[in-house]
């Protein structure tokens, strides 16, 4: 990521000086930019990196055969974590469940709040579907001994029963827990799990990336005029308003 780079020196270039910002011009931005050199394997690993990350197999695999450069997982098991991924998003919660043991049952074992969460999330999906004695009967017998052990799992079970008491879920203050947001949510934390299980990380690289950058520019707003990228999506260079 040169051009965050370039912000960070040009940030401590800038700290001795007065308060009055400097104005770099385009061809000066653009020569600072010309001067840093990245390799190429690195940008693909990069790459590689979120289309592992993201679960993107086959623009994985092309990108793999294209730029030669190798995974640093076995591609195979990003179709089983993708497996998982969907099953969850679309309220399958005991084929996720069952899944996640085929691909390693420590993950489960181990993490006793990620299995909360999925029977939490099967909770909801018994009383998104109208299985209101089915989910009591799931809720005490399943989630409420956990709830015992632990006060965080208790306050969620508590949230989460509380969708019972009201026939209009819009009018109920934990309505949010029937979105699809939170579908996508407990999906993202099997996701995650699975990724460190494999002792992969957890979050793709090239977001974090781009928060650097975006902090980095607006530390250099306050000390300087300068070309800067407001889009991220195109990565235009804008002119500074002088």
């Avoid at 910002?21 to 690195?42: A, G, P, Q, S």
């Avoid at 009383?127 to 409420?144: C, D, M, S």
């Amino acid at each position: 990521m040169s051009l965050f780079w370039i912000v960070i020196r040009q940030l401590a270039q800038f700290e001795p000086m007065a308060m009055s910002k400097k104005v770099i011009t385009r061809d000066e931005w653009e020569k600072k930019l010309n001067d840093v050199k990245i390799r190429k394997e690195d940008m693909n690993k990069l790459v590689m990196n979120f289309l592992v990350t993201e679960g993107y197999v086959d623009a994985a695999e092309k990108f793999r055969v294209e730029s030669g450069t190798e995974p640093d997982i076995d591609l195979a098991t990003i179709t089983d974590r993708m497996a998982v991924k969907k099953a969850v998003q679309c309220g399958n919660v005991e084929d996720a469940i069952e899944k996640v043991n085929d691909l390693n049952p420590e993950i489960l074992d181990t993490n006793p709040q990620l299995f909360f969460h999925l029977q939490q999330q099967r909770l909801i999906e018994l009383i998104r579907n109208g299985k209101v004695e089915e989910a009591l009967e799931f809720a005490q017998e399943e989630l409420a001994p956990r709830g015992e052990e632990n006060k965080g799992f208790l306050e969620e079970l508590e949230r989460t029963v509380a969708l019972l008491a009201f026939e209009d879920v819009s009018n109920c203050p934990v309505g949010e827990l029937l979105d699809i947001s939170q579908r996508l949510k407990t999906a993202s934390e099997v996701n995650a799990a699975i990724l460190t299980s494999q002792s992969h990380e957890k979050d793709p690289k090239l977001p974090s990336l781009l928060k650097m950058l975006i902090w980095a520019q607006n530390q250099l707003d306050e000390k300087a005029a300068y070309p800067r990228i407001n889009d991220l999506s195109t990565a235009v260079l804008e002119d500074p308003t002088v």
